[in-house]
């Protein structure tokens, strides 16, 4: 029992203040990350499933209205963040005009606060990208290229359905030369149907020759509702690769580039040292940082929430003229799935740590995913030591499947892309079939 009625009048809490300093400052500015989405190409590859169009033919000036609208409906809502990156995707931002892009960054700069040194990507292509638009590019504040390459053998370039050849990449990267550009991104892809070790070596010692500070390795799927499965299901492809091989792929990759002194940081990412990208810091790396999506198919986790533009294009301008922005979906993170979050995206950049789960959370992370950890342990998944949790050289390959055992109940089996725009025509569905029945 108490000695005494304790009689202080507690107005407020907690109540275990320090002095003012840049860790503890309430009107301190946000570090956030945009992204900017360009959903127009020259070609479509046969194997894209994104929300895109192809540039002939498209309305273009409609869709930069509404881009430019809706980054100017935030402007009053985003005065506490500052924008430390972007990003520039889509689609094929260097297919459209460079005046269209300079526009539209002319516009971010007007409505949100860039910091001046920020990193700020464009994705480019080998086919569209001309000497003239990366020029462009330097004036208009972009610094960092990521220029999609794919692979420099024709024969699986045809395969993939890429329009470019190896001859259009070399051009290409001899304009990045020319320019000198500091800061750039390779994508590679591998698991190519027909594809054989001998060719990811290729590809990849040809990479290391040029000795671009970062590169993205993704692996090739063939998803439901595109070309390339439509050519699959015709017999017009060569047979996928076992699971083993591509394990041998992921592995070759991964010790040829860290020989030559790139850092394997995330589950697709390589980079030589002090080239990271900024926007998967933000991003993935935990404790994730918010970022704002403009255009359709956007999405953004800012204030608490999750949420997503209309993909389909029409859908978005048609929301942003009647409401000044696209969102369609959206959701209010809970407490508990901000600390899933900790883990399911923080793990996809290889190691998460358990004091600063700690320090955010105020609970010890076994309390809630002390199964799952126990779990990953016991099958060499991911290693324990100290104050850190890191995936293990096993764990690294199976990172999709690790990331997921931290989902919450509500999350699980759930689309990671609940939206759809298909971008086959039913003249490629009759045409395939055609096909197939004739095999």
């Not at 540039?55 to 409906?73: F, M, P, Q």
Request: glycine share 6%; hydrophobic share 40%; with cysteine.
């Amino acid at each position: 029992m108490y000695e005494k009625r304790d009689n202080e009048f507690i107005a407020w809490y907690p109540n275990s203040l320090a002095a003012i300093s840049d860790s503890n400052d309430p009107w301190k500015q946000k570090e956030a990350a945009f992204y900017v989405h360009i959903p127009f190409c020259s070609a479509i590859c046969d194997y894209c499933g994104f929300s895109i169009e192809k540039l002939k033919g498209a309305n273009t000036g409609s869709y930069l209205d509404c881009l430019l609208r809706e980054i100017a409906y935030y402007r009053d809502k985003l005065t506490n963040y500052q924008f430390i990156c972007g990003h520039f995707g889509g689609g094929t931002p260097s297919a459209v005009d460079s005046e269209f892009v300079a526009e539209v960054m002319r516009h971010l700069r007007a409505n949100l606060l860039i910091e001046s040194a920020a990193e700020v990507t464009i994705e480019v292509n080998p086919i569209s990208a001309t000497e003239a638009k990366l020029e462009s590019y330097l004036r208009d504040g972009f610094n960092r290229l990521s220029v999609g390459i794919q692979s420099f053998n024709d024969p699986q370039l045809k395969v993939m359905g890429r329009p470019h050849r190896q001859s259009d990449v070399e051009s290409l990267l001899s304009i990045i030369a020319k320019q000198k550009w500091i800061n750039w991104s390779v994508d590679i892809m591998f698991g190519i149907p027909g594809q054989t070790l001998k060719d990811v070596e290729g590809d990849i010692r040809r990479l290391i020759e040029i000795a671009p500070p970062h590169i993205s390795c993704f692996r090739l799927e063939v998803i439901p509702f595109t070309v390339l499965k439509l050519r699959e299901f015709a017999g017009l492809l060569p047979q996928r690769l076992s699971e083993q091989t591509l394990l041998e792929m992921q592995e070759l990759i991964t010790c040829m580039l860290e020989s030559a002194g790139y850092r394997h940081y995330g589950a697709f990412n390589y980079a030589l040292p002090g080239f990271e990208s900024v926007h998967n810091k933000i991003a993935f790396t935990a404790p994730q940082g918010e970022y704002i999506g403009f255009g359709n198919s956007a999405y953004s986790y800012i204030n608490d929430a999750i949420y997503c533009n209309h993909a389909d294009i029409d859908a978005y301008t048609s929301a942003v003229v009647s409401a000044g922005n696209g969102i369609v979906l959206s959701k209010a993170v809970s407490s508990r799935e901000k600390m899933s979050r900790y883990f399911v995206l923080g793990l996809k950049f290889f190691e998460v740590s358990r004091s600063r789960f700690i320090d955010i959370f105020g609970i010890d992370p076994a309390y809630h995913f002390g199964d799952a950890l126990t779990k990953l342990a016991s099958e060499d998944l991911i290693d324990i030591q100290g104050d850190i949790y890191t995936l293990t050289k096993k764990g690294k390959y199976y990172v999709n499947n690790v990331c997921k055992e931290f989902y919450t109940d509500e999350n699980k089996n759930r689309s990671q892309f609940p939206q759809f725009a298909p971008t086959i025509t039913r003249k490629q569905v009759e045409k395939y079939a055609s096909l197939a029945s004739q095999k």
